[in-house]
């Protein structure tokens, strides 16, 4: 028997169906294909480009001096000329105009002749960098120049001393330009680093040493000996290959979260797929009834719609390839300037055969339902009568344990966070189950309302109509909505409590790297007492003696303890903050050394009073037993510290000091520029502009995020169309009957208006019930911040959701409100 | 389960009939309450006999052709065809049986709709994995006279001519037993004749036994022997 053109007539009859089982397809493999060639793209790119992204063969890292050990191996190794050193200092700074009139924070990188050593720094002017940077000059953002009112040629204030703007910087190889920037870089050259007067002990320095190795082959052996020689555990040695860079951690972490989104598409694809299928065969049922009547097996059966629906799949799995390439161009355009300069985008074959066996996978597991029952569909059903056997439960529940495992294998393989994955898998699980839920008593609802007009009665009958997938439709409609309302409504009250009720007396200008020895005239220079926090600099060692293994701490996506900390020292607590353990800050009957600790460490590691946590402090090791667990109140924007010594054990260590003030926003600016012209070491950070900053750039990945969600409710869309189509036969029953008894075509247009109305409204209202309760919760708990509900924002959202359902129902019913019953029965007298 | 040929054994007698059901009860399960629509029905037919089933509407005729035909099962009772159970054979085991030695016609004619006029007759053969399926259904749409049409879809057909196509489809694999669901029922007089006509003609000609379903008594009048019902009961 040849299947194939018998497949070709029924897909070419049924194309509606088809297709939108082939776009069901296509939009699970889409995003997921998209951002998993993304990530690889970008990964591909990161590993090639390697050497020019970090500007070196060998990167050395440390926030403290380089150990003696340490650079006396490098020194060895540049004297047998084996390698070429440059010395790069990264830090912030606020720079002034020479008039001191205007002032502006600046990321400060000063380095040595050699920089970079691969990958170029581009200059507005084109001129080569290595030559324009000299002695005395230096070369800015052209947001800088603009901010103080500066052109290239002026003098700049940094530090204690001044240097000429020679050129502007438009790209350097080491990382995007606009990626968190907190302000406009500033290059100098190192023989100005004495003269800048910002090296006091203490302050906020990235210090790196770039190695350039003369034969590639010896790079592995020297960054070996040089870790072997490195005398302090705060310096990192890596190799390009190794190395981690800050756009590669912000792009896994931000495509980690994309990758969650793609997988919840995938699964509310899926459900797509399945109803669409359903649709499909529920068209087909008297076709198939015919050919068991006429002698087709239940084999011939299967195999004909299992090949009909591969093919179908595959042809979906090869749209979905092409539109994840598209979808990959499209998020590469959204992240824009977040990204590495020159990332290519590549679609790799490898990608290509994943994405084909995700899609026949994907096809294969949620085919499997439809297509059992195809088994079930009796020749009776010729005769409009339902099979007299009961349905068998088992292949339902093989079904949805094979969904689950197939679903947490692929959390898995993406996140490579078992723990994470579990969670996340379970969470899923349990939003469909009370979409289910709620679903189901929505409808058990809507069956009992004691409706009175006839156009209401009909649109609610309509949601029972036979084949309406009604359930399925509102199932994943309201778990899409309710991911995206939900985020909404997070993103909102993160906002509102951190952004828009920026408290006016909260502090709001941040001064960093005070010396001891400058408290009395800087408290002179603001005019009143001024609170300052003492600040020194930690990696913690050990938990209770077990040593940190910081290489898989630093794997975690949450904060954790393989960073450097700033400890304070102090006698009592702030106001923001209360005592969840102990009863005192500190014990007066421990003779060894006490640190307080914030809750949020104990979510970083589980540690409880009297447990022992071992610091190094500029090389100098010390080890403190927890005497009290604070937390504190996370809607405050005063500063706070995770760990808080008694003045008596940290006094003595080097430390710089730390003072917030409330400033008015019209203040700022001069207070800015006479501080530090007074004081050129201090930095000053406005809180306000910085949290504007951070906003905005949440924003833009939220509305990314968000924008991909969206393709979930595509899926929900889908089976509302498949549903339309699937029930033609009797909406057209209806349709005719209606007009044939009287009823205009006004009233047939309300009746499926009002039908649709009522699937979007049920649907939404689920979802905002969901989203706000997740969001509630989250705000509440994860965050401890407060909450509002943003009514008007939520029936925006709804609204907007029930016009989408509506349109594309009626839209999808539009040839069924065309019918004229005179056609309608002229076709059933042929019949 | 297979189908097995009947062997003597205790409440069972060999019978030479084609057909046969015995003490054939059918009852539907609606809103948890059962309605009884076939009651005690037992009949049998030879080869080569024309039996219509004849009764008014709701009286239990389409329900008796579905269990006789093997296409649905009884609450209780037993039906043989050619000497092989087929009470509880499952639907595997009774496409053959569909395929080989049963044809149907319906009144709505159940033509596949994404198939051409030939295509639909030649499909039973092609299931057989008859190689000459194409020039047989040649052959038999050239004798009811639908040559021209072979390749138009049913959608393009007239009642008639579809019915015709039906016809043609229940005959090709040459069955032993032909049932009919009110075959005129949707057709004028005129082409409710010609499609009576040769139905007649092809049972005759391959001596098939035929069972028919109407309320129509002019055709009634052309069986050997008319079975009536009534309410579920066989009426005398």
Same mark, same amino acid.
């Given at each position: 028997?040849?299947?194939? *053109?018998?497949?070709?007539?029924?897909?070419?009859?049924?194309?509606?169906?088809?297709?939108?089982?082939?776009?069901?397809?296509?939009?699970?493999?889409?995003?997921?294909?998209?951002?998993?060639?993304?990530?690889?793209?970008?990964?591909?790119?990161?590993?090639?480009?390697?050497?020019?992204?970090?500007?070196?063969?060998?990167?050395?890292?440390?926030?403290?001096?380089?150990?003696?050990?340490?650079?006396?191996?490098? $020194?060895?190794?540049?004297?047998?000329?084996?390698?070429?050193?440059?010395?790069?200092?990264?830090?912030?700074?606020?720079?002034?105009?020479?008039?001191?009139?205007?002032?502006? %924070?600046?990321?400060?990188?000063?380095?040595?002749?050699?920089?970079?050593?691969?990958?170029?720094?581009?200059?507005?002017?084109?001129?080569?960098?290595?030559?324009?940077?000299?002695?005395?000059?230096?070369?800015?953002?052209?947001?800088?120049?603009?901010?103080?009112?500066?052109?290239?040629?002026?003098? @700049?204030?940094?530090?204690?001393?001044?240097?000429?703007?020679?050129?502007?910087?438009?790209?350097?190889?080491?990382?995007?330009?606009?990626?968190?920037?907190?302000?406009?870089?500033?290059?100098?050259?190192?023989?100005? @680093?004495?003269?800048?007067? @910002?090296?006091?002990?203490?302050?906020?320095?990235?210090?790196?040493?770039?190695?350039?190795?003369?034969?590639?082959?010896?790079?592995? #052996?020297?960054?070996?000996?040089?870790?072997?020689?490195?005398?302090?555990?705060?310096?990192?040695?890596?190799?390009?290959?190794?190395?981690?860079?800050?756009?590669?951690?912000?792009?896994?972490?931000?495509?980690?979260?994309?990758?969650?989104?793609?997988?919840?598409?995938?699964?509310?694809?899926?459900?797509?797929?399945?109803?669409?299928?359903?649709?499909?065969?529920?068209?087909?049922?008297?076709?198939?009834?015919?050919?068991?009547?006429?002698?087709?097996?239940?084999?011939?059966?299967?195999?004909?719609?299992?090949?009909?629906?591969?093919?179908?799949?595959?042809?979906?799995?090869? +749209?979905?390839?092409?539109?994840?390439? +598209?979808?990959?161009?499209?998020?590469?355009?959204?992240?824009? *300037?977040?990204?590495?300069?020159?990332?290519?985008?590549?679609?790799?074959?490898?990608?290509?055969?994943?994405?084909?066996?995700?899609?026949?996978?994907?096809?294969?597991?949620?085919?499997?339902?439809?297509?059992?029952? =195809?088994?079930?569909?009796?020749?009776?059903?010729?005769?409009?009568?339902?099979?007299?056997?009961?349905?068998?439960?088992?292949?339902?529940?093989?079904?949805?344990?094979?969904?689950?495992?197939?679903?947490?294998?692929?959390?898995?393989?993406?996140?490579? $966070?078992?723990?994470?994955?579990?969670?996340?898998?379970?969470? +899923?699980?349990?939003?469909?189950?009370?979409?289910?839920?709620?679903?189901?008593?929505?409808?058990?609802?809507?069956?009992?309302?004691?409706?009175?007009?006839?156009?209401?009665?009909?649109?609610?009958?309509?949601?029972?109509?036979?084949?309406?997938?009604?359930?399925?439709?509102?199932?994943?409609?309201?778990?899409?909505?309710?991911?995206?309302?939900? $985020?909404?409504?997070?993103?909102?009250?993160?906002?509102?409590?951190?952004?828009?009720?920026?408290?006016?007396?909260?502090?709001?200008?941040?001064?960093?790297?005070?010396?001891?020895?400058?408290?009395?005239?800087?408290?002179?220079?603001?005019?009143?007492?001024?609170?300052?926090?003492?600040?020194?600099?930690?990696?913690?060692?050990?938990?209770?003696?077990?040593?940190?293994?910081?290489?898989?701490?630093?794997?975690?996506?949450?904060?954790?303890?393989?960073?450097?900390?700033?400890?304070?020292?102090?006698?009592?607590?702030?106001? #923001?903050?209360?005592?969840?353990?102990?009863?005192?800050?500190?014990?007066? #009957?421990?003779?060894?050394?006490?640190?307080?600790?914030?809750?949020?460490?104990?979510?970083?590691?589980?540690?409880?009073?009297?447990?022992?946590?071992?610091?190094?402090?500029?090389?100098?090791?010390?080890?403190?037993?927890?005497?009290?667990?604070?937390?504190?109140?996370?809607?405050?924007?005063? !500063?706070?510290?995770?760990?808080?010594? *008694?003045?008596?054990?940290?006094?003595?260590?080097?430390?710089?000091?730390?003072?917030?003030?409330?400033?008015?926003?019209?203040?700022?600016?001069?207070?800015?520029?006479?501080?530090?012209?007074?004081?050129?070491?201090?930095?000053?950070?406005?809180?306000?502009?910085?949290?504007?900053?951070?906003?905005?750039?949440?924003?833009?990945?939220?509305?990314?995020?968000?924008?991909?969600?969206?393709?979930?409710?595509?899926?929900?869309?889908?089976?509302?169309?498949?549903?339309?189509?699937?029930?033609?036969?009797?909406?057209?029953?209806?349709?005719?009957?209606?007009?044939?008894?009287?009823?205009?075509?006004?009233?047939?247009?309300?009746?499926?208006?009002?039908?649709?109305?009522?699937?979007? %409204?049920?649907?939404?209202?689920?979802?905002?019930?969901?989203?706000?309760?997740?969001?509630?919760? +989250?705000?509440?708990?994860?965050?401890?911040?407060?909450?509002?509900?943003?009514?008007?924002?939520?029936?925006?959202?709804?609204?907007?959701?029930?016009?989408?359902?509506?349109?594309?129902?009626?839209?999808?019913?539009?040839?069924?409100?065309?019918?004229? *019953?005179?056609?309608? @029965?002229?076709?059933?007298?042929?019949? | 389960?297979?189908?097995?040929?009947?062997?003597?054994?205790?409440?069972?007698?060999?019978?030479?009939?084609?057909?046969?059901?015995?003490?054939?009860?059918?009852?539907?399960?609606?809103?948890?309450?059962?309605?009884?629509?076939?009651?005690?029905?037992?009949?049998?037919?030879?080869?080569?006999?024309?039996?219509?089933?004849?009764?008014?509407?709701?009286?239990?005729?389409?329900?008796?052709?579905?269990?006789?035909?093997?296409?649905?099962?009884?609450?209780?009772?037993?039906?043989?065809?050619?000497?092989?159970?087929?009470?509880?054979?499952?639907?595997?085991? =009774?496409?053959?049986?569909?395929?080989?030695?049963?044809?149907?016609?319906?009144?709505?004619?159940?033509?596949? !709709?994404?198939?051409?006029?030939?295509?639909?007759?030649?499909?039973?053969?092609?299931?057989?994995? #008859?190689?000459?399926?194409?020039?047989?259904?040649?052959?038999?749409?050239?004798?009811?006279?639908?040559?021209?049409?072979?390749?138009?879809?049913?959608?393009?057909?007239?009642?008639?001519?579809?019915?015709?196509?039906?016809?043609?489809?229940?005959?090709?694999?040459?069955?032993?037993?032909?049932?009919?669901?009110?075959?005129?029922?949707?057709?004028?007089?005129?082409?409710?004749?010609?499609?009576?006509?040769?139905?007649?003609?092809?049972?005759?000609?391959?001596?098939?036994?035929?069972?028919?379903?109407?309320?129509?008594?002019?055709?009634?009048?052309?069986?050997?022997?008319?079975?009536?019902?009534?309410?579920?009961?066989?009426?005398?």
């Amino acid at each position: 028997m040849r299947h194939m *053109p018998m497949i070709l007539r029924q897909v070419r009859r049924s194309y509606k169906q088809a297709g939108l089982f082939v776009l069901c397809v296509a939009l699970s493999l889409a995003t997921l294909t998209a951002f998993s060639g993304f990530a690889r793209s970008v990964g591909r790119a990161l590993l090639d480009d390697a050497r020019t992204l970090h500007a070196a063969d060998i990167i050395i890292r440390s926030h403290d001096p380089i150990s003696a050990p340490l650079v006396q191996a490098v $020194d060895r190794l540049a004297n047998q000329g084996r390698i070429v050193r440059a010395n790069v200092h990264e830090f912030y700074s606020v720079v002034r105009a020479p008039n001191e009139k205007a002032s502006v %924070l600046s990321r400060l990188k000063v380095v040595e002749p050699g920089y970079p050593f691969y990958g170029q720094v581009t200059l507005k002017s084109g001129r080569p960098f290595k030559q324009v940077l000299a002695i005395g000059a230096c070369i800015v953002e052209q947001t800088l120049l603009d901010r103080i009112g500066l052109k290239v040629g002026d003098r @700049l204030q940094v530090g204690y001393t001044t240097l000429t703007v020679d050129d502007v910087v438009t790209a350097e190889p080491d990382r995007p330009l606009d990626l968190f920037a907190f302000g406009p870089r500033v290059f100098i050259h190192s023989s100005d @680093l004495d003269a800048l007067g @910002l090296l006091a002990t203490g302050s906020h320095i990235h210090r790196v040493v770039l190695l350039m190795v003369m034969d590639p082959l010896q790079v592995d #052996d020297i960054a070996g000996r040089l870790k072997k020689a490195s005398a302090f555990d705060g310096e990192s040695i890596d190799t390009y290959l190794t190395s981690g860079s800050v756009v590669k951690r912000f792009l896994d972490n931000f495509l980690f979260f994309l990758k969650l989104v793609g997988l919840f598409i995938l699964m509310v694809s899926g459900l797509g797929i399945q109803s669409t299928l359903t649709a499909l065969f529920n068209e087909k049922q008297r076709t198939i009834a015919v050919m068991k009547t006429v002698g087709a097996s239940g084999r011939f059966i299967n195999t004909h719609y299992t090949l009909m629906v591969f093919l179908l799949g595959a042809a979906g799995t090869g +749209v979905g390839i092409l539109a994840g390439a +598209v979808v990959q161009g499209g998020l590469a355009w959204m992240l824009g *300037p977040l990204l590495p300069e020159g990332l290519g985008l590549t679609i790799a074959w490898s990608g290509v055969a994943e994405a084909v066996m995700l899609g026949l996978t994907v096809v294969a597991l949620f085919s499997f339902l439809p297509l059992y029952r =195809l088994r079930e569909m009796r020749p009776v059903a010729i005769f409009n009568r339902l099979p007299s056997v009961g349905i068998t439960r088992w292949p339902y529940f093989l079904s949805g344990l094979l969904v689950l495992l197939f679903f947490l294998a692929l959390v898995l393989w993406h996140m490579r $966070d078992i723990v994470f994955g579990f969670y996340f898998v379970g969470a +899923v699980t349990a939003l469909i189950l009370a979409a289910a839920l709620l679903a189901q008593l929505a409808l058990w609802a809507m069956r009992r309302l004691p409706v009175r007009p006839l156009v209401f009665r009909q649109a609610i009958r309509g949601l029972f109509r036979r084949g309406n997938a009604t359930r399925s439709i509102m199932i994943t409609l309201t778990v899409s909505l309710a991911v995206i309302f939900g $985020d909404h409504l997070i993103e909102k009250n993160l906002d509102a409590t951190f952004v828009q009720s920026f408290p006016a007396d909260s502090a709001n200008a941040f001064f960093l790297d005070i010396q001891p020895d400058q408290t009395e005239a800087f408290s002179a220079a603001i005019g009143h007492p001024v609170q300052f926090y003492p600040i020194v600099r930690a990696r913690i060692t050990s938990v209770n003696g077990e040593a940190i293994d910081r290489s898989r701490e630093g794997q975690k996506r949450r904060d954790n303890l393989s960073r450097v900390f700033n400890l304070t020292y102090r006698e009592a607590l702030l106001d #923001d903050e209360t005592l969840i353990d102990g009863d005192t800050l500190f014990r007066n #009957d421990w003779p060894e050394p006490q640190v307080s600790i914030m809750d949020t460490v104990v979510e970083m590691r589980r540690m409880k009073i009297g447990d022992r946590i071992g610091f190094k402090i500029q090389g100098v090791p010390l080890t403190a037993r927890i005497s009290s667990i604070r937390t504190r109140d996370s809607r405050s924007l005063s !500063p706070f510290f995770y760990f808080v010594f *008694p003045e008596a054990i940290m006094k003595q260590a080097p430390h710089t000091l730390f003072a917030a003030l409330t400033v008015s926003p019209g203040q700022m600016g001069p207070l800015q520029t006479s501080i530090v012209s007074r004081f050129p070491n201090i930095s000053v950070i406005d809180m306000s502009q910085t949290i504007g900053i951070l906003a905005r750039l949440m924003a833009r990945l939220s509305r990314i995020v968000r924008i991909f969600s969206l393709f979930s409710i595509a899926a929900g869309l889908l089976i509302l169309v498949s549903a339309v189509f699937a029930t033609r036969a009797e909406r057209v029953v209806e349709s005719v009957y209606y007009k044939i008894l009287g009823a205009g075509r006004r009233f047939v247009f309300t009746v499926f208006a009002l039908e649709n109305l009522l699937v979007g %409204l049920l649907s939404s209202l689920l979802a905002l019930v969901m989203a706000q309760t997740g969001a509630y919760w +989250v705000c509440k708990v994860k965050f401890n911040i407060g909450y509002q509900p943003f009514l008007s924002v939520s029936l925006v959202m709804l609204a907007a959701t029930v016009a989408l359902t509506v349109t594309v129902g009626m839209v999808a019913s539009r040839s069924i409100l065309a019918k004229k *019953p005179v056609a309608y @029965l002229r076709e059933q007298q042929n019949e | 389960m297979n189908l097995r040929t009947l062997e003597p054994a205790r409440g069972d007698t060999i019978t030479m009939a084609l057909l046969e059901a015995r003490n054939l009860i059918k009852t539907y399960t609606v809103d948890h309450r059962a309605i009884t629509v076939l009651e005690d029905v037992s009949l049998s037919a030879e080869k080569g006999e024309f039996i219509v089933i004849s009764g008014s509407s709701g009286s239990g005729k389409t329900t008796l052709l579905t269990l006789l035909s093997g296409l649905d099962h009884p609450t209780s009772g037993r039906v043989f065809i050619d000497n092989r159970e087929i009470t509880h054979a499952s639907e595997e085991d =009774l496409a053959p049986l569909r395929n080989r030695t049963i044809g149907f016609v319906f009144q709505s004619f159940h033509l596949v !709709p994404s198939m051409t006029a030939r295509e639909n007759v030649m499909f039973p053969a092609e299931l057989r994995g #008859d190689p000459d399926a194409e020039a047989r259904a040649g052959r038999l749409l050239s004798r009811v006279g639908l040559s021209a049409r072979a390749d138009n879809l049913p959608s393009q057909l007239s009642g008639g001519e579809k019915q015709r196509i039906a016809l043609c489809r229940a005959m090709i694999n040459r069955p032993k037993l032909l049932f009919a669901d009110e075959p005129t029922g949707n057709l004028d007089s005129e082409n409710g004749k010609i499609v009576l006509a040769q139905l007649i003609d092809l049972k005759n000609e391959h001596g098939a036994t035929l069972v028919l379903v109407t309320h129509n008594p002019e055709i009634a009048r052309a069986a050997d022997r008319v079975i009536s019902l009534k309410d579920g009961h066989l009426n005398g």
